[in-house]
C-alpha cells in the first residue's frame, strides 16, 4: 500500500513539473512577444526571407522588391499573336502593409501548442506569404486594348441617326470581343507569385454596349423639337475654330429626363491643352484676346435652342456688354470655373442633341418626343438705359486744350425677358426669364496739357538795315531788332502759335 501511494506521489510530482516546464518553455521561446517586433524565421514572401525584420524594415524590402516586379515584361499570347506587357505601365502595386501584417502575425496566432507547431514547421520548411498584387485596372484596361487591337472590337452603342429632314431612327448596337481582364489580372498576380515563366495566355470574351438596342428604343425619341442658329465671321480662323470645338462637345449628347446639364462641364476648360486658341473675348466691359474666343457664342446659340424647345433653364448670365450676334437679352456668356450655363431636361422622355458649324453658322438641334413639342415666342425689351459716364484725362502729347476723343462711350441697358409657350395657338404658359444688365462704358476724351514755345525770328531773316524806313511800326517802337515786346508790326506776337 505504501508503494502505491509512492508512485501515485511520484506520477503526481511529474504531472506538477510538467505543467510548470511547459509554459515557461513557450514563454522562453518568446510566444508572447508583440507582433510588432520582428518576423520569426523561416518566413518568406515570393522567396524573399522577412525573418528578423521589424515593420519598417520589411516595408522597405518589399518596396525593392515591388520595384524589381514593375521593371519585368509578362509576354501576352493569343494564338499565333504575341505583345510584351511592361508591368510599370500598367501600374503593378504590391501591397506591403498587408504583406508585413500576415508576415508579423505569422506563428503568433492559435493554441500555444498551434504557435509550438507552427514555429517548428517555419523552422524545417518555411511559411510563404501570399501576397496581394493590385494593378491600375484602367491602365491595364487601356494598355490592353492598344497592344491586341489586331485581335480584339470595341462593342457599338445604339444611337439614333437623323435624316436631313429631321426625321428619327435607332442606329442598332454591336458587341464587341475583348480581354477577360479579371482573368488576366488573376494570371499575371499567378505567374508572379509563383515565380513561373512570364507568360500569360489570353482569353477573349464578348463585350456588350453600354447603351443597347432596347435601351435607345425606349428613350422616346421620335422628332425634333427645336433649333435655333447664329451668324460668326468664318474669315477669323481662331474664333471658328474654336467655336468648332466647343459645339463638338454637345454633338450626339443624350440627355436623360429630370438630368440637369452644365456647359462647363460638358465643354471642359478653355485651354492651349485642350486645344483652343486666342480669339477676342470681352473682359471688364473691354474686347481683348483670350483662350476660347467664341465660346460664348456657343453656350448663346445653345441657350436659345433651350429657350425654344422649352425646357428649365436653371443658371444663365448675360454678357457685360451686348453681342452682335443675338437680340439683346438673350444671350448667356460663360466662363470656366465662374460663369455658367445650365438647363434641365424638364421632360418625360431623354433629348438627343446634334450640334452643327457650316460655314458662317453654328447651330443646335433637340430631338425628342414630339409629344412634348409647343410654339414658343421669346420676347426681350428694354426697361432702362444707362448714360455713360465721361471721363476727361490730361494729355501731354496734344496741344493745350485741344481734345481727342479716346474712347467712344456706349449706353447701358437693362432688359427684360419672358418666354410665351403656346399649343395649337392657346398659350399655356408665361413666363419671365432672366433679365440682363449691360453696363456703360465710359466716353474717355483727352485734353491737351502741351504749351507750345513762341516762334523764333532770325536775324538772318530781317531786312538789310538800308531797307528798315520800309518795315512798319507803330507809335514810338524801336527797330525790330531792338524791340522788347517781339511785335512785327502790328500783328501780336500771341496770334502766331499755329492754332
Known amino acids: 500500500m505504501s508503494l502505491k501511494n509512492n508512485r501515485n506521489k511520484i506520477i503526481y510530482c511529474f504531472l506538477i513539473v510538467v505543467l510548470i516546464i511547459t509554459p515557461l518553455a513557450f514563454l522562453s521561446s518568446g510566444f508572447f512577444n508583440s507582433p510588432s517586433e520582428k518576423v520569426l524565421p523561416g518566413v518568406k514572401v515570393m522567396g524573399i526571407s522577412l525573418a528578423e525584420l521589424t515593420r519598417s524594415e520589411g516595408i522597405n524590402k518589399l518596396a525593392e522588391l515591388e520595384k524589381n516586379l514593375r521593371s519585368s515584361r509578362v509576354m501576352l499570347h ?57 494593378f491600375d485596372e484602367e491602365k ?59 507568360e500569360v495566355e489570353l482569353a477573349l470574351v464578348a463585350i456588350s454596349p453600354a447603351r443597347s438596342t432596347s435601351m435607345v428604343e425606349s428613350m422616346g425619341v421620335n422628332g425634333l423639337l427645336a433649333a435655333y442658329s447664329t451668324r460668326f465671321d468664318p474669315n477669323k480662323v481662331s474664333r471658328t ?48 484676346d483670350g483662350l476660347g474666343g467664341g465660346v460664348c457664342q456657343v453656350s448663346t446659340t445653345l441657350y436659345n435652342c433651350v429657350l425654344l424647345a422649352g425646357l428649365e433653364i436653371v443658371e444663365r448670365y448675360n454678357h457685360s456688354l451686348p453681342v452682335g450676334y443675338i437680340p ?88 427684360s425677358a419672358e418666354r410665351i409657350i403656346s399649343r395649337n395657338g392657346v398659350e399655356e404658359k408665361r413666363e419671365r426669364l432672366p433679365s440682363s444688365e449691360y453696363r456703360p462704358v465710359t466716353k474717355v476724351i483727352a485734353v491737351g496739357t502741351l504749351e507750345q514755345d513762341l516762334p523764333q525770328i532770325s536775324p538772318s531773316t530781317l531786312p538789310p538795315p538800308e531797307d528798315w524806313s520800309n518795315v512798319s511800326t507803330t507809335g514810338n517802337k524801336l527797330p525790330i531788332g531792338e524791340q522788347e515786346s517781339g511785335n512785327i508790326g502790328s500783328q501780336p506776337a500771341g496770334d502766331n502759335n499755329g492754332r
Open 241 to 288: 475654330y474654336n467655336i468648332r470645338v466647343a459645339a463638338k462637345a454637345f454633338d450626339e449628347q443624350i440627355i436623360l429626363p429630370g438630368h440637369e446639364v452644365a456647359f462647363n462641364t460638358v465643354v471642359g476648360p478653355r485651354s492651349s491643352e485642350a486645344g483652343y486658341k486666342n480669339a477676342p473675348v470681352i473682359v471688364n466691359n473691354e474686347i481683348v
Open 328 to 415: 439683346i437679352g438673350r444671350d448667356a456668356t460663360v466662363v470656366y470655373d465662374n460663369l455658367d450655363f445650365k438647363f434641365r431636361n424638364s421632360t418625360d422622355n431623354c433629348i438627343f442633341i446634334k450640334s452643327f458649324v457650316t460655314g458662317g453658322t453654328i447651330g443646335f438641334k433637340f430631338y425628342g418626343n414630339t409629344a412634348h413639342k409647343r410654339d414658343v415666342k421669346v420676347n426681350t425689351w428694354v426697361t432702362q438705359e444707362i448714360e455713360p459716364e465721361v471721363v476727361y484725362e490730361n494729355d501731354p502729347n496734344l496741344p493745350m486744350d485741344e481734345q481727342v476723343v479716346k474712347q467712344g462711350g456706349a449706353k447701358g441697358f437693362r432688359v
Open 78 to 134: 493569343y494564338q499565333n499573336e504575341n505583345w510584351p506587357l511592361l508591368l510599370s505601365e500598367v501600374g503593378l502595386d504590391l501591397d506591403e502593409e498587408s504583406i508585413m501584417d500576415a508576415a508579423l502575425s505569422a506563428g503568433r496566432s492559435g493554441s500555444l501548442f498551434q504557435q509550438w507547431q507552427d514555429r517548428k514547421r517555419f523552422k524545417q520548411s518555411g511559411s510563404s506569404i501570399i501576397p496581394v498584387i493590385g
Open 140 to 198: 491595364l484596361e487601356q494598355r490592353v486594348k492598344e497592344l491586341t487591337k489586331g485581335v480584339t472590337v470595341e462593342p457599338i452603342n445604339a444611337n439614333f441617326s437623323i435624316s436631313g429632314n429631321d426625321n428619327v431612327t435607332v442606329v442598332p448596337a454591336k458587341d464587341g470581343t475583348g480581354v477577360d481582364q479579371e482573368k488576366l489580372k488573376n494570371d499575371i498576380a499567378t505567374v508572379l507569385i509563383e515565380n513561373k515563366k512570364l
